[in-house]
């Protein structure tokens, strides 16, 4: 029998199943400074991922290594794709929410509302009907280091939705501060981390949870707690399954919020994805490196990796 490695931690049988004894945790690229937005791109067999710090977004593949895929980011954070498999990305440093064009030109979708500027867009999740869905904490205006320092103009942190027709609203206006996001499989649910510990203890770390509702969501409570650190990035699995990020590395809970197991990553982690030739790696950026991988179920966001 193959003993459980020291990177895998069962909470809950059902964990087994979703991970293998004989996975490794591969560190595949490092020297960064806070690595954040990981997306895979299955046309290009390619992640890319933003390192924040730098205002750097990277490419990383099987065949070819290590690259930059753009300078002068704007200190991009979040990344995701749209149905046509544009990379959609958070700027905190222009205050936006930027789309990349086939030829490389860049769209700003969202950079106020009710005529003032955001805060700084964090994370971002597109739809299949099209419509993007962001958080908007003040990471990116606290200080200089992940953007610009300066005084919010937003009376709340807020998380927005971008309808096709480019209308901006807030449709959660009580977070401390609103970070990572993602859909349930069906797009019946969107949840989204609070990550205000970060500045005031007294803020709970926890993975919220809203039904969708139209054009609008409605609170459904708390979804799972996060016992060590604080969730910022996470992704769901095609089983319903939500895996999030955390201090000591990513949390796996069931659809009904236990937690099955984490995956123990020696740095703290900001975010994760799905990816891979086959669909079965998970990549995980944490502070300064970025990891990959085997689990034994693909994300729930099939259509915005392109071939997998």
Request: net charge negative.
């Amino acid at each position: 029998m193959i003993s459980t490695p020291p990177h895998l931690e069962i909470h809950d049988d059902r964990f087994r199943a979703l991970v293998h004894p004989m996975s490794e945790l591969e560190l595949i690229a490092e020297g960064f400074t806070w690595t954040e937005g990981p997306v895979w791109f299955g046309d290009h067999d390619c992640l890319l991922f933003s390192d924040i710090p730098s205002q750097r977004i990277l490419r990383w593949s099987e065949a070819d290594g290590l690259s930059t895929y753009r300078t002068a980011s704007g200190f991009n954070n979040g990344n995701t794709r749209d149905r046509e498999g544009r990379l959609i990305g958070c700027r905190h440093g222009y205050r936006d929410v930027v789309r990349t064009e086939t030829d490389g030109r860049l769209t700003v979708l969202a950079d106020s509302f009710k005529g003032k500027r955001l805060n700084s867009p964090n994370d971002v999740v597109v739809g299949s009907d099209g419509v993007i869905w962001f958080t908007d904490p003040t990471y990116g205006i606290i200080s200089n280091f992940e953007g610009y320092k300066a005084d919010p103009e937003q009376s709340s942190r807020n998380v927005y939705r971008l309808g096709t027709d480019g209308a901006v609203s807030a449709v959660v206006t009580d977070f401390a501060q609103p970070n990572g996001l993602c859909f349930s499989p069906d797009e019946t649910r969107l949840y989204v981390a609070e990550s205000g510990s970060s500045h005031d203890d007294s803020v709970p770390s926890v993975i919220r949870q809203f039904k969708v509702i139209g054009a609008g969501l409605q609170d459904a409570g708390v979804f799972a707690t996060i016992d060590t650190g604080l969730p910022d990035g996470m992704r769901c699995d095609a089983q319903g399954n939500l895996w999030s990020s955390a201090a000591d590395g990513v949390h796996c809970f069931a659809p009904d919020g236990t937690l099955l197991g984490k995956i123990r990553v020696p740095q703290v982690v900001s975010n994760l994805c799905f990816g891979g030739p086959d669909g079965y790696r998970m990549f995980i950026t944490a502070t300064s490196g970025v990891y990959r991988i085997f689990v034994d179920v693909k994300g729930a966001e099939s259509w915005t990796r392109g071939r997998s």
